[in-house]
């Protein structure tokens, strides 16, 4: 493989497929997303002392969305889009190897989702401007979010070099990519409420003058629970899920998660909590009775390494795959493909 024949074909597909005006129009689009959502971002969080830290948090994960939804269309043809067109014969007959030419196309395909992140820094330089903002959340926030853009981009590369038409492979990552978003969630969702338990409920027993004893508990009400704790794993490789589990929580005196990276953290890890023990403790002076976000991200398990293993392990099978196929000379190939 040669660094320089790598970047001539990103370089072609980069000005193949990005030379049109529609791609520019895109990304005008989304900066208007951008600023409107900015614009929201710092009314919902202009109560607190960390405005910049929620600015920020939803920028990024905006820009994780326009990704997923973008990226499938201009990475999902890559390879069958120039065997269609009668380019991809004249490549493989240069000096470029079919490492080149995948790696070349993956790297394109990696250029159009950092674009998005490209249009995005004036935002996030203003979200700093806010205030509450943890240099450490934007280094591992930023890597996880080019690490989601590259696992997006070897799909569509992969499905591209798997799927003989274009429509296809484009359709088929957008299935891919909607199984990680989506999937997860009506996974977590119906597989929760799918198996249930038997729940109990205790409470503070009262005398018979009213007053709550401290050191008595007794069963309150006993009913069927849906056991979210169970299947809360379905949640790991989901892209956003991913991106909150890895970011480091900053939390309010209180305990509280100042920036939606935290929200829904607190969220994820709270489905690992068992609901099968309720208790309302009157003699909890401290608060409410129920454990903080932050000591429920403590008392649980991170899944983000997981989650992002899957993604790597599926993306890299489909990318090995398409390799494979788009290997010279080729001993066989699906009917009606072409071949130069």
Do not use: H
């Not at 049109?20 to 971002?41: D, E, K, M, N, R």
């Not at 490492?99 to 394109?108: H, P, R, V």
């Not at 009213?210 to 949640?235: H, I, K």
């Amino acid at each position: 493989m040669s660094l320089a024949n790598i970047g001539i074909i990103a370089r072609l597909e980069l000005t193949q497929r990005l030379r049109s005006v529609g791609w520019y129009v895109l990304l005008g689009v989304f900066a208007l997303i951008l600023l409107g959502v900015t614009g929201l971002a710092f009314a919902v969080y202009s109560w607190g002392d960390f405005i910049g830290a929620g600015v920020y948090s939803i920028v990024v994960n905006i820009v994780l969305l326009l990704v997923v939804l973008v990226s499938p269309t201009l990475s999902g043809n890559a390879i069958n889009g120039d065997r269609d067109a009668a380019t991809l014969g004249a490549i493989q007959v240069t000096a470029a190897s079919t490492g080149d030419i995948m790696l070349g196309k993956l790297l394109a395909a990696v250029a159009t989702g950092g674009a998005f992140l490209l249009v995005a820094v004036p935002f996030l330089a203003l979200s700093l401007l806010g205030g509450g903002a943890n240099p450490l959340v934007l280094l591992v926030s930023l890597l996880v979010l080019a690490a989601e853009i590259i696992v997006v981009a070897a799909i569509g590369v992969g499905l591209s070099g798997l799927i003989a038409r274009p429509l296809f492979s484009v359709a088929a990552t957008y299935l891919v990519v909607a199984a990680f978003v989506f999937g997860t969630l009506i996974a977590f969702g119906l597989g929760g409420m799918a198996v249930r338990s038997e729940g109990t409920s205790y409470s503070r027993p009262y005398d018979a003058n009213g007053n709550v004893d401290c050191d008595e508990w007794q069963v309150s009400t006993m009913y069927e629970v849906p056991r979210f704790d169970l299947v809360w794993w379905a949640l790991a490789a989901n892209p956003f899920v991913v991106l909150a589990d890895a970011t480091p929580t900053e939390f309010t005196p209180d305990g509280y998660p100042v920036d939606l990276f935290g929200q829904i953290k607190t969220g994820v890890r709270g489905a690992q909590q068992s609901p099968l023990e309720q208790r309302w403790d009157d003699c909890d002076r401290d608060g409410s009775g129920y454990p903080t976000p932050q000591e429920v991200i403590e008392s649980s398990v991170p899944s983000w390494s997981v989650g992002l293993g899957v993604q790597v392990v599926i993306a890299g099978s489909l990318f090995a795959g398409a390799w494979v196929r788009t290997r010279t000379p080729a001993r066989r190939l699906p009917p009606g493909t072409r071949i130069a």
